[in-house]
């Protein structure tokens, strides 16, 4: 199958099975998405899909068979910065202090930026919705609330809204 990750488009074999997650993390070595619960309830797999439309879309990939994805653009934690440069929400994420332990941390910041590319500045209500299929066991949510809320003001702020 052909499979476009982190803007890298790779040819691979995969069993009719396989999830993507476990092509993510046994093919292509990147472990930012973590196997956690695997059935789709706490978050910690989530990557993104890109759509035709340019908008990103968290997944949950211990859910997604590889096989399904052939073709599309999916971004890992490992392709969000670009070199160097953190992506905002990330900066955001550690200036607000939203990771303790880190392990929902790459889940949280994928789906934190796919609600912004969706909504550039969200309600708290919003950023809750958005939030709520990844959980966080040491409890950051207000910090994460606030670190969105933060990414937020900095891309309007870059992009001249």
Same mark, same amino acid.
Not at 125 to 135: F, K, W
């Given at each position: ?34 196997? #956690?619960?695997?059935? /789709?309830? =706490?978050?910690?797999?989530? $990557? *993104?899909?890109?759509? %035709?439309?340019?908008?990103? &879309? ?39 202090? #939203?990771?303790?332990? /880190?392990? =929902?941390?790459?889940?949280? $910041? *994928?789906?934190?930026? %796919?609600?912004?590319?969706? &909504? ?42």
């Amino acid at each position: 199958m052909r499979l476009t990750v982190n803007g890298r488009t790779r040819q691979l074999d995969v069993a009719p099975d396989a999830t993507l997650l476990s092509v993510l993390r046994d093919q292509l070595h990147l472990t930012g998405a973590k196997p #956690a619960c695997e059935r /789709g309830e =706490c978050g910690a797999c989530t $990557v *993104l899909v890109t759509s %035709a439309d340019g908008v990103p &879309d968290p997944i949950y990939s211990c859910l997604a068979l590889a096989l399904a994805h052939e073709g599309d653009s999916i971004t890992t934690i490992e392709g969000l910065s670009a070199g160097s440069s953190m992506h905002p929400v990330q900066t955001a994420f550690i200036e607000q202090d #939203a990771v303790q332990c /880190g392990f =929902c941390t790459p889940g949280q $910041v *994928l789906a934190a930026v %796919a609600l912004l590319a969706r &909504d550039s500045a969200p309600s708290d209500d919003a950023i809750v919705r958005a939030m709520s299929g990844n959980l966080c066991r040491c409890g950051t949510y207000p910090k994460i609330v606030r670190a969105i809320h933060s990414a937020a003001a900095t891309m309007r702020g870059s992009s001249g809204d």
